[in-house]
């Protein structure tokens, strides 16, 4: 028997192992197997004696191929990253958050470090978690704490929220959120992020039936989850701890849970040299202004040289020569920056602190 001399073109060859096999290839890999698929056909035809057909030289090529399998694997992965929204995280968004803003100390101890030292976890019996929730006020860090894990670990970030999961409908946020679920689970070196996380795991007592059944849907998720090997971290945020469903928040679903609060004068000075750092300044006496943003969260630092920043660039155009922002700028500013926390709001997390960290 001989090899048949039909070389179809790239996509051709992409089509037709596509009609016999089912599998997607590039054109390019595709015209590159078409002529090993040829060769096998005719190497299997003279082992087995009969002249086999294309579909069936082509199916054996790709079941019996290492390499192929593993391009497979490879290319249903980035697939899959792909659909799930995976972004890569730069490691230096670690370095923004200052030792001493809680909960870093906490997340290093008990979350990096258990997935990095391995061995000496091993050793010790200690279990890296899978499973965490973050709680506080809004703005304070808890997206770019999740962020920054997955930076440091080197991992993907694959964020959902609510709104994302009922795209489609409000009534289909179960069953995307148990696809999200099963997906996510399958992913290797991965953060999971679902933030607003109260709305899909509600206090069944106070909802309706449709957040029942989401909370359900989630009560069953989790478990399944824990129970995948690979590397995968789920982190749930909320703003409203209190909302959450307590069966939850019992040991045993969620690993961690573990409060994002106000930031110290220490915090506030690492975010504010951040910010500060990227914009065209002089001189500017940084410890008095931070003595001066008590209750100010990050998201709020953020506002406030946003609103800096906006200034004197105007300045500068209206001026037409270089203008350097100076502590003036700030000072001029500051009251119309309202700081989102007081000391009722903080009063409030300490409390919930009290009630629901679990470290
Ligand atoms: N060291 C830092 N810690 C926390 N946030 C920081 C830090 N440096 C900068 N930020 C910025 O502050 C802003 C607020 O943070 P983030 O969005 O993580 O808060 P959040 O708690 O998730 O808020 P929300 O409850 O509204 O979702 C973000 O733009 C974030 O990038
Ligand atoms: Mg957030």
Same mark, same amino acid.
């Given at each position: 028997?001989?090899?048949?001399? $039909? ?15 089912? &599998?997607? =290839? ?24 009969? *002249?086999?057909?294309?579909? +069936?030289?082509?199916?054996? =090529? ?15 992965? +980035? ?29 290093? #101890? ?19 978690? #899978?499973?965490?929730? =973050? ?29 994302? %999961? ?8 179960? #069953? ?71 069966? %939850? ?50 998201? *709020? ?8 920043? &906006? ?10 020569? $270089? ?25 409030? =997390? *300490? ?9």
């Amino acid at each position: 028997m001989e090899i048949v001399a $039909d070389i179809p073109g790239p996509e051709e060859c992409a089509t037709r192992i596509f009609n016999y096999s089912g &599998q997607k =290839f590039e054109p390019e890999v595709a015209a590159e197997y078409w002529m090993k698929i040829l060769q096998h056909k005719w190497f299997l035809s003279e082992k087995l004696g009969r *002249d086999v057909g294309f579909k +069936v030289a082509c199916v054996d =090529f790709i079941d019996n191929t290492e390499s192929i399998q593993q391009e497979l694997m490879k290319e249903q992965t +980035v697939n899959l990253l792909k659909e799930l929204g995976a972004q890569v995280i730069d490691r230096s968004i670690w370095d923004t958050i200052s030792e001493t803003q809680p909960p870093k100390r906490i997340v290093d #101890k008990m979350i990096i470090l258990p997935l990095t030292e391995v061995e000496l976890a091993q050793k010790h019996g200690v279990t890296p978690p #899978k499973t965490i929730i =973050f709680f506080g006020p809004p703005g304070t860090g808890k997206t770019h704490f999740v962020k920054a894990i997955a930076g440091v670990l080197g991992w993907w970030y694959i964020e959902a929220s609510p709104s994302d %999961l009922m795209a489609d409908g409000q009534d289909r946020l179960g #069953k995307n959120l148990k696809q999200l679920m099963e997906k996510a689970a399958t992913v290797d070196n991965a953060v999971i992020f679902i933030d607003e996380f109260e709305e899909i795991a509600g206090n069944r007592d106070q909802a309706s039936r449709v957040d029942k059944s989401i909370t359900n849907e989630f009560l069953k998720q989790v478990p399944l989850f824990k129970k995948q090997a690979g590397n995968t971290l789920l982190v749930c945020a909320t703003n409203y701890i209190e909302q959450l469903d307590s069966a %939850l928040l019992r040991p045993g679903r969620f690993d961690l849970i573990i409060p994002v609060g106000a930031l110290d004068n220490e915090g506030r000075k690492t975010i504010f040299e951040h910010y500060l750092e990227k914009t065209n300044h002089g001189e500017v006496d940084i410890d008095k202004l931070v003595g001066m943003i008590d209750f100010f969260t990050p998201a *709020d630092i953020e506002y406030l040289f946003r609103k800096v920043t &906006q200034r004197s660039f105007e300045k500068e155009l209206a001026e037409g020569k $270089d203008y350097r922002i100076s502590t003036g700028d700030f000072t001029g500013l500051l009251p119309r920056v309202k700081p989102s926390l007081n000391v009722e709001i903080i009063k409030q =997390f *300490d409390r919930d602190c009290h009630k629901y960290t679990r470290l």
